[in-house]
């Protein structure tokens, strides 16, 4: 069964600084991988996704991802985050090999922006 | 339009009302979703419909009935909740019960459960 293991539950960050939230996955099949964020009182918004192709992903409001099969893993990362950027962060993946299976959420990291 | 409105944002109910939460979407998506959300926590899948057909149900207890009235519309009918139901109700979509479309969720129904 797939699993997706998100190394911390919060990562307090300070403005205008990078930031990296792992992602790691357990699976012997190929997988779909996403990125979605929960903005405080709101749903889900999809970030970026992996189907194939390149390793590296670019997503919305400057987020990008890459892919390592060889380490199973998905990091997300930005160059400089901003205060709007105070969410939860949720990895998720689901079977490619079974295209009907459905997507497995990781338990989330909390991004805390410091001032 | 890529959005997915649900109704009510806020419900209060006793363990023996009855009560329905409702969602819409207009994107032609044939995928609808509903999640529960407890606090701290990632979405847990309850249910999937596909082409208003059910076609997975997370072992969910029958006091949660789901209904797809049609493509657009998609329900969770509640009766005989209990305390420990009370949570965020997310309704997603996608285009098809295919798991590398994205899914667009709603922003949610809590729930209190007294």
């Known amino acids: 069964a797939q699993s997706v293991t998100q190394l911390d539950s919060q990562v307090p960050v300070f403005e205008e600084a990078p930031v990296e939230l792992r992602c790691n996955y357990s699976?012997?099949?190929?997988?779909?991988l996403f990125w979605y964020v929960q903005y405080p009182n709101q749903g889900l918004q999809l970030l970026l996704k992996?189907?194939?192709?390149?390793?590296l992903v670019k997503g919305i409001n400057g987020f990008e991802a890459e892919f390592n099969k060889s380490q199973t893993s998905f990091h997300l990362r930005k160059p400089s985050v901003h205060i709007s950027d105070t969410a939860e962060y949720f990895c998720?993946?689901?079977?490619?090999?079974?295209?009907?299976?459905?997507?497995?959420f990781g338990k989330g990291t909390r991004l805390h922006i410091l001032p | 339009d890529t959005e997915v409105t649900q109704t009510p944002k806020h419900l209060v109910m006793g363990m023996t009302n009855k009560k329905s939460l409702k969602c819409e979407q207009h994107m032609g998506h044939r995928a609808m979703y509903w999640y529960k959300q407890k606090a701290k926590k990632p979405p847990e899948l309850m249910f999937v419909y596909s082409y208003e057909k059910l076609s997975i149900n997370e072992s969910v207890p029958s006091r949660f009935s789901p209904e797809c009235p049609n493509s657009s519309l998609l329900n969770l009918h509640l009766h005989a909740l209990q305390p420990e139901d009370s949570a965020l109700y997310l309704c997603?979509?996608?285009?098809?019960?295919?798991?590398?479309?994205?899914?667009?969720f709603g922003p949610g129904t809590r729930l209190t459960v007294t």
């Open positions: 998720a993946v689901s079977d490619r090999e079974n295209r009907d299976d459905k997507i497995i």
């Open positions: 997603a979509s996608s285009q098809g019960a295919v798991s590398s479309y994205e899914q667009y």
């Open positions: 992996y189907l194939s192709g390149s390793t």
């Open positions: 699976s012997s099949v190929s997988v779909y």
